[in-house]
């Protein structure tokens, strides 16, 4: 984020907001806004830009996505627009809008309408209005700011609201009483979190304004009314931010977090028996998300980290160029089954034993509670969270090549992204324990890269296929040769043999032999 230069544009435009300067010069610069200035006045209506494009221009990191308020018809502006740029028009009559692309450049059209809300609905009641009254409907103060079109004012803010002083101040404030805001449109509580978490950056942070903070706190309970797909999407976007820590935090201190994901809040708190406690499980699930997004962003940066995707039934890699969501999931819920698991032992004192098994039975529930996808990616998460412990335990044990062999086949292609949360989930309050563990934990990077580069376990296949012994010993799909299938795979992970099918043979006659089987061919 270039926080400095829109700190100064935004310092630059209070200064100077009397005056008829170009302190949005370079924000209209692209033809598009021209020609949609042009269309505009040919239809004598009056065109707004409005919203995020608005305040991403003072934060200095202008976007593609350009929203289009219109005192008229956003469909008919829509319309004439793609006329005049040759592009086709999306229209969404149910919802009075349009869309367009030029140039890579994402425009949706919008007639300025005012709304009125059902108790028992976020879904609006619309009327046709001003931009005044657009202005009025929006979330935030930041949000709710607009850059003229018309020839006479072209690039002039209109920010009623005073939105430009939230956004050098770090605030989130909605236009209008918050508790109207947020009961009329109560998603609106978790997109407060939202951008607060997503504006946030090293040299300040955005903040809810407390008696927008205790708003949501009275209207905690209206999320009842939302669809748990649009609760999930809004997580989403908070996991993928910087620091999504901050984010959490703001839906336990609002209490939101008990109602979207209560397993997170029983991992609150600490106990201590004959003076010895246990660490604090959500400060230490929320620490590991953040080194896992400020690693993760190191690897995309230097180029580290692929993905693999199938394509015509072929394996296909990629360099990540953006953030993992279900990494970030996997980090959220590591830790989710300790609760269940906890016990105080008098010679090993708080054991949460076998913690990644039951938090990895737990995915597939919480998935299907925030109506998540149920496909590989939560697969994915699940995998990740059985199998986190299993680096750790190399780096505090001897490293033998037996191990990282099964944690290779195990992890297969998500190794790297494993590694990188085992990685994020050493922390401690002793600085030389966490030094000591990740210097250990650079050494198990290095078995991994011999095993595999000697091995090449991470794609493991099976060099002995249950066609190839039901042929060999004429017999038909059985058990046994579930049985010896699997004792050769064993063997290679074991380093007892190597792999490939000449030692697998060998290895599979022998044992079938022991069995009973005599080969027919």
């Keep these: 984020m270039k926080t400095w230069s829109g700190l100064h544009r935004i310092n630059r435009f209070n200064r100077f907001k009397r005056l008829k300067m170009t302190v949005t010069q370079g924000f209209l610069d692209g033809k598009i806004f021209q020609i949609i200035s042009d269309a505009a006045e040919r239809q004598g209506v009056r065109a707004f830009v409005i919203g995020g494009y608005v305040r991403d221009c003072f934060l200095g990191r202008p976007g593609k996505d350009i929203d289009v308020v219109v005192e008229g018809s956003g469909i008919g502006l829509a319309e004439a627009v793609g006329e005049a740029v040759h592009s086709k028009v ?106 607060a978490t997503r504006l946030s950056g090293p040299d300040r942070q955005f903040r809810i304004v407390p008696e927008s903070l205790e708003s949501i706190k009275r209207n905690r309970d209206r999320l009842s009314i939302l669809s748990r797909e649009r609760i999930a999407d809004e997580l989403d976007k ?111 004192g708080w054991t949460f034993h076998g913690h990644e098994v ?30 986190h412990l299993r680096p750790i335990a190399l780096v505090t044990e001897e490293v033998t090549d037996s191990a990282v062999r099964r944690l290779l086949f195990d992890a297969g292609n998500d190794i790297d992204d494993l590694m990188l949360l085992c990685n994020a989930d050493i922390t401690s309050k002793n600085p030389r324990k966490v030094e000591r563990l990740r210097q250990n934990f650079i050494l198990v990077r290095q078995k991994l890269a011999e095993v595999e580069a000697k091995d090449a ?48 043979d060998v290895l599979l006659r022998k044992k079938a032999a022991e069995m009973g089987l005599n080969p027919v061919k």
């Design 90 to 195: 999306s229209v969404f009559r149910n919802f009075g809008t349009a869309m367009l692309k030029y140039k890579g450049i994402e425009v949706e059209f919008v007639g300025a309408r005012k709304e009125s809300y059902r108790r028992d609905s976020r879904k609006p009641i619309v009327e046709d209005g001003t931009l005044e009254d657009d202005q009025c409907r929006r979330d935030f103060t930041i949000n709710a700011m607009a850059f003229s079109l018309q020839k006479e004012d072209y690039g002039a803010l209109v920010d009623p609201f005073g939105g430009i002083r939230d956004l050098a101040a770090g605030i989130i404030r909605t236009p209008l009483d918050p508790d109207t805001t947020y009961s009329d449109d109560p998603l609106r509580m978790i997109r407060a979190i939202r951008f």
């Design 238 to 348: 908070i996991l993928v931010c910087s620091r999504p820590s901050i984010g959490f935090r703001l839906l336990d201190e609002t209490g939101l977090l008990e109602l979207i994901l209560p397993q997170l809040c029983k991992l609150k708190g600490t106990e201590s028996v004959d003076g010895h406690g246990h660490k604090e499980n959500f400060s230490h699930t929320l620490e590991v998300l953040d080194n896992v997004a400020a690693a993760e962003a190191d690897s995309i940066a230097g180029g580290m980290l692929n993905d693999y995707f199938m394509e015509d039934g072929v394996e296909t890699v990629r360099i990540r160029t953006e953030p993992n969501l279900w990494l970030r999931w996997a980090a959220l819920l590591h830790d989710i089954g300790k609760p269940a698991t906890k016990r105080y032992d008098k010679a090993a």
């Design 358 to 387: 039951v938090g990895a039975r737990m995915v597939p529930k919480i998935f299907k509670s925030l109506k998540m996808p149920l496909n590989e990616k939560m697969k994915y998460v699940e995998k990740l969270v059985l199998l």
């Design 457 to 504: 376990i991470r794609n493991f296949k099976n060099p002995i296929t249950g066609e190839y012994i039901m042929d060999l010993y004429g017999i038909p799909p059985c058990r046994e040769i579930g049985e010896l299938k699997d004792f050769v795979k064993n063997a290679i992970l074991d380093g007892v043999i190597g792999n490939n099918f000449d030692e697998a």
